[in-house]
């Protein structure tokens, strides 16, 4: 079993900046791909960028050049720079992890909210 929690959420003016990051815990586990997943009001989740084991990373077009995705795989955390921020950003973001035998996790949140 693999605990996922999510911090770094908040209230931002547009322009602004967060950092998020997602730490996961537990025991006798090994994580292949981690990543962003955001859903905002009356829409579905969708993907904002993924990381693998070796670092490649892919990103949503909306976020390319203004977020940015790493991960320390000694702490098995996982991390989301967020700058630029647009209103359209807003959403609850949720960090997802793909073990390397196929389990699949999910935390259960963080809100980002972008003022115009």
């Known amino acids: 079993q693999v605990q996922l929690v999510e911090s770094g959420g908040g209230l931002v003016q547009a322009g602004g900046s967060l950092r998020l990051s997602c730490a996961a815990s537990?025991?006798?586990?090994?994580?292949?791909?981690m990543g962003w997943y955001r859903q905002a009001p009356g829409k579905q989740r969708e993907l904002v960028a993924v990381i693998g084991s070796g670092g490649a990373t892919n990103y949503a077009d909306s976020v390319k050049g203004r977020f940015t995705i790493s991960r320390d795989n000694a702490k098995n955390t996982l991390y989301l720079e967020m700058n630029s921020l647009k209103p359209e950003d807003t959403a609850v973001y949720y960090c997802?992890?793909?073990?390397?035998?196929?389990?699949?996790?999910w935390g259960k949140g963080t809100l980002v909210t972008v003022s115009s």
């Open positions: 537990g025991s006798g586990f090994s994580i292949n791909t």
């Open positions: 997802n992890v793909v073990l390397t035998y196929g389990m699949v996790y």
